[in-house]
C-alpha cells in the first residue's frame, strides 16, 4: 500500500521559533509537493520537487523552504514562525509530473502562538 | 493567475440523493481536471479525473463532466450514501509556468439520514 508519511501530526510553536516539517515516502515518486489548507483557501501549493536537490516555488513559497536530500524526504522549513502560518500542511508525492495522482500524507497541523 | 473556482462550499443531501459540485477555471490550456475526496482526519485521496479529450467520465455513483468551451466541469455522486460525506476538491493543471495543479476551494459534503 503506498504511504506518504507525516513525522507530526499536530505541533505548537512560538513566533519566531524555526519549524521543520518532515515528509517521506515509500513509493519511490520522482515528484513530492508541500501544500498547506486553510479554511475557504482550499490547498495552496508551496514548494515542490521533480528530483532529489531540486526544488520550485509553488503559489505560495513567502516564508518558507524546503530541501530535498533525498528522493523519498522533502523536508518544510519555517526559518522564523509567525502567527499567520498558523494551519494544516499536507506533504504528497506522485510518480507522475505532469497528470499524476497525488498520494497525501494524513496532514500536520501548526499552530503558532 | 490561475484560478479554480468551487461551488457550493458546503451542500447536504438527502440519503439516496444526487449532489453536485462546479467548478470553473480560468486558463483555457488545461487539460488535466482531477477530484478528490478528503475525509476527517485524512489527506485526500483522488476520486476521479478526467482529460480534456474526454466530455465525460463515469465511475459508479461518481461521474465528472467537463465543458471546454465554458472552462467548467462537475462532479456528480448519484445515490449518496452516508460515508459520501467530506470535503471534495476540485483541480485543474495549468500548463504555463510549469505544470501546477491548482485546487478549488473545496466542498463539504452532508449526506443526511
Known amino acids: 500500500d503506498v504511504k506518504v508519511t507525516q513525522s507530526s501530526r499536530y505541533l505548537v510553536k512560538r513566533t519566531g521559533e524555526k519549524v521543520f516539517l518532515e515528509c517521506v515516502q515509500d513509493?519511490?515518486?520522482?515528484?513530492m509537493f508541500w501544500y498547506r489548507q486553510d479554511p475557504g483557501l482550499g490547498l495552496r501549493l508551496i514548494y515542490f520537487?521533480?528530483?532529489?536537490?531540486?526544488?520550485e516555488k509553488g503559489d505560495i513559497p513567502e516564508g518558507y523552504s524546503v530541501s530535498r536530500e533525498k528522493k523519498e524526504r522533502f523536508s518544510l522549513i519555517l526559518e522564523s514562525a509567525s502567527t499567520n502560518q498558523t494551519s494544516m500542511y499536507l506533504c504528497?508525492?506522485?510518480?507522475?509530473?505532469?497528470?499524476?495522482?497525488?498520494?497525501f500524507g494524513e496532514g500536520s497541523r501548526l499552530t503558532v502562538l | 493567475g490561475e484560478n479554480v473556482e468551487q461551488h457550493p462550499s458546503t451542500l447536504s443531501v438527502q440519503e439516496g440523493d444526487s449532489a453536485v459540485i462546479k467548478c470553473t477555471y480560468s486558463?483555457?490550456?488545461?487539460?488535466?481536471f482531477p477530484w478528490y475526496k478528503q475525509e476527517l482526519g485524512k489527506g485526500p485521496q483522488l476520486i476521479i479525473d478526467?482529460?480534456?479529450?474526454?466530455g465525460e467520465k463515469k465511475d459508479q455513483r461518481i461521474a465528472v463532466t467537463l465543458n471546454k468551451t465554458a472552462k467548467h466541469f462537475s462532479l456528480h455522486i448519484t445515490e449518496t450514501q452516508p460515508e459520501d460525506s467530506a470535503v471534495y476538491f476540485c483541480?485543474?493543471?495549468?500548463?504555463?509556468?510549469?505544470?501546477?495543479?491548482?485546487f478549488g476551494t473545496g466542498t463539504q459534503l452532508k449526506v443526511e439520514l
Open positions: 486558463d483555457s490550456a488545461s487539460n488535466y
Open positions: 483541480a485543474a493543471l495549468f500548463t504555463g509556468g510549469g505544470n501546477k495543479l491548482t
Open positions: 513509493m519511490d515518486h520522482e515528484n
Open positions: 520537487s521533480y528530483d532529489v536537490k531540486m526544488k
Open positions: 504528497a508525492s506522485s510518480a507522475d509530473q505532469i497528470t499524476g495522482e497525488l498520494f
Open positions: 478526467i482529460r480534456s479529450n474526454v
